[in-house]
């Protein structure tokens, strides 16, 4: 059997590399970006569109597919890749970063895990915390009728051995950047015999399920803290995963980020692909690249989109707010060169017209785009690691203009 | 230049033809229905899926479109046809079914125009006229911002050919079914007087907008009463139109539509087009067919896709509703034998799923087979014409059974 990961070049002056992950439903061609099908769909997109636009990999949460519509219901449709229509590559996480959002997110006031994180401020409750975490796992508060469920380690695997995706991931704990020192630590050691437990049940349970050539990555913790990263990557690379994931918390700046990359792929074997999790900002990608990074998912370009803010190489941030009134009679597409199905036939005036106006029209069209930026922001790393070109910003502004598929 | 219209074929026991209807932006084969785009959008979908499931004529609202963006909006981006990327034929209504919706409808509490109402039932407001009428035209708050506007047939027409649809209508009024004889016959004459202002006004306008080669049709008038329909049809014939709308009030129930679709066809030119407004049930369209009409439009079947009703003729009432909890684990199509995109790859579990969670992908999914369900329809329907079968509910279910594009 070909091996899992094949690194197929790399880049001169950085631990970037251009790779090939196979799975039995597909290859992807890293690095990659990919997208984000919390409940078995890209939000507003069929599997088409998603094909159509160049995604290769898709991620799936544990938690909202067990509850709606749950392990057995997806088993007995044929799986993930047969009940969704996206019969490529799927990936599911493991229900890790609910134990953070529906928990100590709350209680931290804390919106997501990291980075975007500026400074100091102290904690600010949403809510208590629907997450009661033990050794044994993780109970959880149905956010659709109330019930608790109760998620461990095994029953984690088990639920991802009904989905059938191809890479699934142990089920750990997200911390705040909040945590202290001593609960982080704490934490991550329980990750560590969580993940054990994950090795052994995923051992225990082939056969279940409809798709017998899932792999199961590992999943790094340890916070911000430079000793208990490098702990928690020995550790789990100790444990013989064929891939890994780094989780957050990554810190309180995109500094603190970058550094949490360095430490962990420094300790993580050098042929294993590396998958950074919930991050897609344009920069952060390309950062993490330079560090070693291999895949990436992430919600903001999906849900930006939704919100009116269109990717574009063109613009400073590389964003334009689509709901802005200069655009209402703008006739020229959101990216000028651009090769997705909304900038080839649709004008910034229409989609102005169609957020402005509540038509649901604009959410496929705009998440189309956006979709198809973030490929093509691959593509565009992609070549300039194979040209050996310095991964800068400016360098990949280049290589986004005018890109064709 | 060949004709607006053609009758190609017609039925051997009923007054139903076969037609081509030709616009500048491409030929509709009648009997046909028209997709209502409301905003320049069918709701959920973009242009190119509209023709991938074989629509041939969309419906857009003067009254909407003239809030947002705004006729000279719409014009300096080329016009209607490519502000909205759908290049084939248009229509516009002409505002005259907000002054009902927004006047009558509201201190009725009429919800829509005609055969949905059984019987006597007393009005019940639901909520003041948002409409001033006078003989001048009709002032109206906007819906968006609470600002009068007044539409008089100079400035619907106008507004339409700034928009350039192929097809467009003059301001009318359409009544309520608890009008009285009095109120509908003033009502009526009013519209006539505005019909023989709105041609006028077309004429003064002729190279106005985008769009050389629009026609204006006429739109009969007064409500369920015979003599009324017949005096009216007469009128607006008398005017000389290339093409006939019937608008509401069609009266209190389906047999009500019926006779005022008999009492109307009947004094109606043979050869000119015929256009039911706002109706569009799969019986009440095989019995308007019946009794002459060329093309419909009804929000109907796009709407009902949103809120789940799914059109299928292996269902006794033609359609099922996804919601239901047997739909959770059926792996089968919504129906079997559709070739729409959804049918062909996607199962009642998975939209069922998409529809419970409130996921934006459903949408569009479910709005894709409503619409293919009626192209087909209409495709049984011609092909009955043509076969000359009895055209009625059991031959046209038969039609649609397994029907391939």
Same mark, same amino acid.
């Given at each position: 059997?070909?091996?899992?990961?094949?690194?197929?070049?790399?880049h001169?002056? %950085?631990?970037?590399?251009?790779?090939?992950?196979?799975?039995?439903?597909?290859?992807?061609?890293?690095?990659?970006?990919?997208?984000?099908?919390?409940?078995?769909?890209?939000?507003?997109?069929?599997?088409?569109?998603?094909?159509?636009?160049?995604?290769?990999?898709?991620?799936g949460?544990?938690?909202?597919?067990?509850?709606?519509?749950?392990?057995?219901?997806?088993?007995?449709?044929?799986?993930?890749?047969?009940?969704?229509g996206?019969?490529?590559?799927?990936?599911?996480?493991?229900?890790?970063?609910?134990?953070?959002?529906l928990?100590?997110?709350?209680?931290?006031?804390?919106?997501?895990?990291?980075?975007?994180?500026?400074?100091? /401020?102290?904690?600010?409750?949403?809510?208590?915390?629907?997450?009661?975490?033990?050794?044994?796992?993780?109970?959880?508060?149905?956010?659709?009728?109330?019930?608790?469920?109760?998620?461990?380690?095994?029953?984690?695997?088990?639920?991802?051995?009904l989905?059938? /995706?191809?890479?699934?991931?142990?089920? #750990?704990?997200?911390?705040?950047?909040?945590?202290?020192?001593?609960?982080?630590?704490?934490?991550?050691?329980?990750?560590?015999?969580?993940?054990?437990? /994950?090795?052994?049940?995923?051992?225990?349970?082939?056969?279940?399920?409809?798709?017998? #050539?899932?792999?199961?990555?590992?999943?790094?913790?340890?916070?911000?803290?430079?000793?208990?990263?490098?702990?928690?990557?020995?550790?789990?690379?100790?444990?013989?995963?064929?891939?890994?994931a780094?989780?957050?918390?990554?810190?309180?700046?995109?500094?603190?980020?970058?550094?949490?990359?360095?430490?962990?792929?420094?300790?993580?074997?050098?042929g294993?692909?590396?998958?950074?999790?919930?991050?897609?900002?344009?920069?952060?990608?390309?950062?993490?690249?330079?560090?070693?990074?291999?895949?990436?998912?992430?919600?903001?370009?999906?849900?930006?989109?939704?919100?009116?803010?269109?990717? %574009?190489?063109?613009?400073?941030?590389?964003?334009?707010n689509?709901?802005?009134?200069?655009?209402?009679?703008?006739?020229?597409?959101?990216?000028?060169?651009?090769?997705?199905?909304?900038?080839?036939?649709?004008?910034?005036?229409?989609?102005?017209h169609?957020?402005?106006?509540?038509?649901?029209?604009?959410?496929?069209? /705009?998440?189309?785009?956006?979709?198809?930026?973030?490929?093509?922001?691959?593509?565009?790393?992609?070549a300039?690691?194979?040209?050996?070109?310095?991964?800068?910003?400016?360098?990949?502004?280049?290589?986004?203009?005018?890109?064709g598929?």
């Amino acid at each position: 059997m070909s091996p899992l990961f094949e690194i197929q070049a790399r880049h001169p002056s %950085s631990p970037a590399r251009l790779g090939v992950l196979r799975t039995a439903h597909g290859e992807v061609r890293t690095p990659a970006f990919v997208a984000v099908a919390t409940r078995a769909t890209v939000k507003a997109l069929s599997a088409e569109d998603v094909l159509g636009v160049g995604v290769q990999l898709l991620i799936g949460n544990t938690y909202h597919l067990y509850l709606r519509p749950g392990p057995e219901a997806i088993a007995a449709l044929g799986g993930l890749h047969r009940f969704s229509g996206w019969s490529g590559p799927w990936m599911t996480d493991s229900g890790g970063f609910q134990v953070f959002s529906l928990g100590a997110g709350k209680v931290h006031g804390v919106g997501k895990i990291a980075s975007i994180f500026p400074g100091e /401020a102290p904690p600010n409750p949403t809510g208590p915390s629907l997450v009661e975490l033990t050794e044994e796992g993780a109970r959880f508060r149905s956010v659709v009728d109330g019930a608790w469920i109760f998620f461990t380690p095994e029953e984690v695997i088990r639920a991802q051995r009904l989905f059938g /995706a191809d890479i699934i991931l142990p089920l #750990d704990e997200c911390t705040s950047p909040f945590h202290d020192r001593a609960y982080t630590e704490a934490a991550m050691e329980r990750t560590h015999r969580w993940a054990a437990r /994950a090795l052994r049940a995923f051992a225990d349970t082939q056969g279940l399920g409809p798709n017998p #050539d899932q792999v199961l990555f590992g999943i790094v913790q340890g916070g911000a803290y430079q000793d208990l990263r490098q702990r928690s990557a020995r550790v789990i690379k100790g444990m013989g995963f064929p891939g890994y994931a780094i989780g957050g918390s990554l810190g309180k700046s995109k500094q603190d980020m970058l550094r949490v990359i360095e430490w962990t792929v420094e300790e993580l074997p050098e042929g294993a692909p590396r998958h950074l999790l919930g991050i897609g900002g344009v920069e952060d990608i390309v950062e993490a690249v330079r560090r070693g990074i291999d895949t990436f998912d992430c919600a903001a370009p999906t849900r930006m989109a939704r919100n009116g803010s269109l990717l %574009s190489a063109q613009e400073e941030g590389f964003r334009l707010n689509i709901k802005n009134a200069r655009f209402r009679q703008d006739g020229s597409p959101i990216e000028e060169g651009c090769d997705c199905p909304t900038c080839r036939r649709y004008s910034r005036a229409f989609l102005h017209h169609l957020l402005r106006t509540g038509e649901l029209s604009y959410f496929r069209l /705009a998440t189309l785009h956006n979709l198809r930026f973030m490929v093509r922001l691959m593509e565009a790393i992609r070549a300039g690691i194979a040209a050996g070109r310095t991964l800068d910003l400016d360098q990949i502004r280049e290589g986004l203009a005018g890109k064709g598929p």
